[in-house]
């Protein structure tokens, strides 16, 4: 049973940058893929960012580009989301998911909170002045 704690959320001002982190238990990540979503509130949540077991990464949110970075660090079973340029629309809760995918073109597929059998609470990022 896999088990995923986000952490590093926080306010920032406009500009800033975080690094949140899914702490991975319980099993190691090898062969699972790794979903970043965000829920803004009054808003559905989605995937922007995948991770596949193949360390292959497709961003979704075109708002994002450019600015977000998702990263694997095996020896800590941990997967990073490093966030620079944040923007007041960047505010939203931030969850990492986790599913057993281990074939390196699954982020090609559609996005959607389904695919994903495990999931961290989440942690609430803040950007404003």
């Known amino acids: 049973q896999l088990q995923l704690v986000e952490s590093g959320g926080g306010l920032v001002q406009p500009g800033g940058s975080l690094r949140l982190s899914c702490a991975v238990s319980?099993?190691?990540?090898?062969?699972?893929?790794i979903g970043w979503f965000r829920q803004a509130p009054g808003k559905e949540r989605e995937e922007i960012l995948c991770?596949?077991?193949?360390?292959?990464?497709?961003i979704y949110a075109d708002s994002i580009k450019g600015r977000f970075t998702g990263s694997r660090d095996k020896a800590k079973n941990t997967v990073h989301l490093l966030m620079n340029s944040l923007k007041p629309e960047d505010t939203a809760v931030y969850h990492c998911?986790?599913?057993?995918?281990?074939?390196?073109?699954?982020?090609?597929?559609?996005?959607?909170?389904?695919?994903?059998?495990?999931w961290g609470q989440g942690t609430q990022v803040t950007v404003s002045s």
């Open positions: 998911a986790a599913d057993w995918r281990p074939y390196p073109d699954f982020c090609a597929d559609t996005p959607n909170a389904g695919r994903y059998e495990y």
């Open positions: 991770i596949s077991s193949h360390n292959y990464t497709s």
């Open positions: 319980g099993l190691r990540l090898d062969g699972y893929a």
